[in-house]
């Protein structure tokens, strides 16, 4: 079993995490974006304000980069997982990636050194083209008719596709989709 960092979207999803033991991950820790950022007393577009028109995103990867995450993987929320992609790039331990729903991914333009997995609502309309996704992920998944915010049920909801495949790619058998 697996240890698992959990970086929380703008909104504060997940304030706690619910077990993650079916899909190979035996203890997790939720760190809030906000918190990372530097300025606990944000959420929403003002927390999205602060980490791509301010400071916040240089803060938030300051902090994950002081985190020990060696022996762990990693899933972020929209921009929390910008910031821990930012974070590995600059030296960040994980052992693997997932990403959900984190569309400014889409200015990246070269993979990881670690496994990462994106997965995109196909009616968010700022997910990355195909083409990204064939150059720069090593796995990605399209949910077919899923908005951008679909993760806040379907990680929670213990038989959900999303689930599956995060349990799929921690064992190393996740397809491209």
């Excluded at 399209?142 to 951008?148: A, C, L, V």
Aim: charged fraction near 25%.
């Amino acid at each position: 079993m697996q240890h698992l960092l959990v970086v929380s979207d703008i909104h504060g999803f997940p304030e706690t995490f619910t077990d993650l033991s079916d899909v190979g991950f035996s203890q997790h820790r939720v760190l809030q974006l906000a918190d990372l950022s530097g300025r606990p007393d944000l959420r929403g577009d003002d927390l999205h304000h602060h980490l791509f028109n301010d400071d916040g995103m240089r803060h938030a990867i300051r902090a994950l980069r002081e985190v020990d995450g060696r022996g762990c993987s990693a899933i972020g929320f929209s921009a929390g997982e910008t910031v821990l992609w930012n974070a590995v790039k600059e030296g960040l331990e994980l052992q693997a990636l997932i990403c959900v729903s984190s569309t400014r991914l889409r200015f990246e333009t070269a993979p990881l050194n670690i496994p990462a997995m994106v997965v995109w609502g196909e009616l968010d309309p700022y997910r990355p083209s195909e083409s990204w996704n064939h150059a720069v992920p090593q796995r990605w998944k399209t949910y077919s008719g899923k908005q951008h915010d679909f993760y806040r049920i379907e990680v929670l909801a213990t038989e959900s596709p999303l689930r599956a495949d995060i349990a799929a790619f921690i064992e190393g058998r996740f397809l491209v989709a």
